[in-house]
């Protein structure tokens, strides 16, 4: 997959759509029950219990993460809410998420390092990152709740 991205986000970008390959991958073997079945019938955390909860918060947090991207020029925040009710659909909404994060970062591919690495982010979760991070982190959360729907189908 290559892309006329440049740069360190380029990179960054690049990489944050190889990580959903996978997770696509896997989707796209699940039946409609295998997606909604309850796994961790422990868990308290709402997002972590079944495929679809996990795919759901994916979603949700990839948009978060766009927002707070794109909250270095604009205010403009799309808040998802929406279900998604089968593994099409969350396959769907992953490439979604990443074309609105592709497009908020498309006129930032050429910035100068020094430029994006003066861009500070607080998040509502608490945390304070540089741009790069916040993108970084993005991609490390989509490789580790692909992990857990592995573990989830082992």
């Known amino acids: 997959m290559l892309t006329n991205r440049t740069g360190a986000l ?6 944050y759509e190889r990580a959903s390959i996978d997770l696509k991958a896997i989707l796209s073997n699940l039946s ?3 997606f909604k079945v309850i796994r961790d019938h422990k868990t308290e955390d709402p997002d972590c219990k079944s495929i679809q909860t996990v ?4 979603v949700h947090s990839g948009y978060t993460y766009a927002n707070y991207l794109n909250s ?38 050429q910035l100068p390092a020094k430029t994006v690495n003066e861009w500070v982010l607080k998040t509502r979760w608490g945390v304070t990152y540089d741009f790069e991070q916040l993108l970084e982190h993005a991609i490390v959360h989509i490789l580790r709740h692909r992990r857990q729907i592995e573990r989830f189908l082992s």
């Open 72 to 109: 270095i020029y604009d205010d403009t925040w799309h808040e998802y809410n929406d279900p998604i009710d089968h593994p099409k659909q969350g396959i769907e909404e992953i490439d979604k998420m990443l074309k609105y994060t592709d497009a908020i970062l498309s006129d930032k591919y």
């Open 10 to 15: 380029g990179a960054l970008m690049d990489e």
């Open 32 to 34: 409609d029950t295998d």
């Open 55 to 58: 795919i759901v918060h994916v």
